[in-house]
């Protein structure tokens, strides 16, 4: 039926390798005495889901730099003109394939929420660990490019300036309603930025970790940094939606969250720190 089960912490691999041989098995007709390699069939699927949703012409622009620089086959100086029409040929084919296509757009669904919170929480420690935070031109927002053709795409500038006059004056909950944008992205590194620029003092020295307890004490990184506790969830889609008793004690004092305005003490659950955005950062009281 091409039913998809959920991906459960248990599951996660599983689905994907079922998955990948469902999409394989889908696609064998599309093939062309053996080509591509399966290497290059199972970049094609990882392509597809990473950066979905993708046209044909990006798919086949980095299929082609993958496989020419991989050197398996083909090659930029001695391309194998047989391969290289097999390869193409089978991803304008299986792209064409509405059951295969809409398959993986089912696969895909699953995994968009945790992607958005991973998003998140990588920022959110790249702007608050020791270091100079850098952002990629363009990154503001979600970013699904490709390196090749999509490294050469102009940024939308209009769009970022536009948009970020908008998060200056939106709550955490009213941003993250607006994910389809990727505005949580933008109103984190505005808010982040916007803290570390006004109040440096906050962020020196190095940093300790803060470890949690409980059932899924392995989904949760924090650490200490100066006056700055920073939270957020790791493997979310392993979580199914709950942290059980999982616990977090903060350090002596207490925390008020630059995000959302609460002030937390003590030993904490995950659930209150994320009620209204998926990722915190705690600044301590004076």
């Keep these: 039926e091409g039913k998809i089960d959920a991906l459960t912490s248990q599951g996660r691999m599983q689905g994907w390798i079922a998955a990948v041989r469902r999409w394989s098995a889908m696609n064998g007709k599309h093939r062309r005495a053996g080509f591509p390699d399966r290497n290059a069939e199972y970049l094609f699927y990882q392509t597809l889901v990473g950066a979905w949703p993708l046209t044909v012409e990006r798919a086949l ?14 090659n930029w100086t001695e391309p194998n003109a047989a391969y290289d029409e097999a390869l193409k040929q089978f991803i304008t084919a299986s792209m064409d394939d509405g059951a295969f296509m809409a398959d993986v757009g089912r696969f895909v669904s699953l995994l968009i929420a945790a992607g958005q919170i991973n998003s998140l929480a990588q ?19 979600w970013d699904l490019s490709l390196v090749d053709p999509d490294n050469r795409r102009p940024v939308d500038f209009d769009l970022r300036l536009r948009l970020l006059a908008e998060v200056k004056k939106i709550s955490a ?6 994910r389809d944008d990727g505005l949580p992205k933008l109103w984190l590194i505005q808010k982040a930025l916007a803290l570390r620029a006004g109040r440096p003092d906050l962020f020196g020295g190095g940093y300790e970790a803060l470890i949690a307890r409980g059932a899924k004490a392995q989904h949760l990184v924090a650490f200490l940094r100066g006056g700055l506790v920073v939270i957020v969830p790791r493997l979310t889609l392993g979580l199914n939606g709950g942290w059980e008793d999982t616990t977090l004690t903060l350090p002596p004092g207490n925390w008020r969250s630059e995000f959302c305005g609460e002030t937390f003490s003590g030993s904490i ?11 915190a950062l705690l600044v301590r009281c004076e």
């Design 123 to 141: 920022t959110l420690i790249k702007l608050t660990a020791p270091g100079v935070p850098d952002i990629y031109q363009g990154n503001e927002l």
């Design 173 to 178: 909950e009213a941003a993250w309603l607006r």
């Design 269 to 279: 659950s995950p659930e209150a720190c994320f009620k209204k955005f998926p990722v």
């Design 61 to 74: 622009a980095y299929m082609e730099k993958s496989s020419r620089e991989a050197k398996q086959h083909t």
